[in-house]
């Protein structure tokens, strides 16, 4: 799992981000500042409070991003965002990420992804990312959020509380067959369903 080391803003949206493996990237933050949290650091002066926290990037107001997602996921500054990457980024910072590429790229949904479960509201995905920690894509309503299969930790993203809890109980029950469906996506086979928590 990367660990980010410091981070420096540059200009603007744009941060120096250090990783403990000793590798550098400048990532522009300003087309994924969207959502209830992250909409907040359109503010320059309340983005320039970028720190480090337990290895990721975070800001007081409760806004984070996994390092996992700095360090795999985001286009460098000036890169275009892939159909890809806008709709993983979509799922990890639970926002519309927009698209360069025009409107019938920003459509995508999370939808796109293959759905393994649907219950109380929640849909739940997964995509596998190359190189990415396992994980699984949670949705609801206007929320997204990624969790890790290992720990059930929120990666990146926001949910209401008590449907974090929701999630976290359907996962603690189905760790296995995550397990199963991310090894059978990485190889390209068709993801399998899950039954939803009852």
């Known amino acids: 799992m990367a660990s980010v080391r410091a981070v420096e803003v540059k200009r603007g949206h744009v941060v120096t981000v250090s990783f403990a493996d000793g590798s550098r990237r400048d990532i522009d ?16 002066a309340r983005f320039r409070e970028i720190r480090v926290e337990d290895g990721a990037v975070a800001w ?7 390092p996992d997602v700095l360090y795999y996921d985001l286009p460098l500054a000036g890169e275009p965002l892939t159909p890809a990457s806008s709709l993983r980024l979509r799922q990890f910072l639970g926002s519309p990420a ?10 995508r949904t999370a939808t796109d992804e293959p759905e393994i479960s649907r219950f109380l509201g929640l ?28 720990s059930l930790s929120v990666l990146s993203g926001e949910m209401p509380p008590r449907v974090t809890g929701f999630v976290r109980e359907w996962a603690l029950l189905h760790r296995k067959e995550l397990s199963s469906n991310w090894s059978r996506a990485r190889r390209g086979l068709p993801l399998k369903p899950i039954a939803p928590l009852e």
């Open 123 to 150: 849909t739940i995905s997964m995509y596998p990312e190359k190189k990415a920690r396992p994980h699984f894509h949670a949705s609801y309503a206007e929320y997204g959020a990624s969790f890790a299969i290992d």
């Open 29 to 44: 933050f300003e087309r994924f500042l969207c959502g209830r949290l992250f909409n907040q650091l359109r503010s320059k």
């Open 60 to 66: 007081p107001n409760g806004a984070d991003i996994c």
């Open 98 to 107: 927009r698209h360069d590429g025009g409107p019938a790229a920003a459509a």
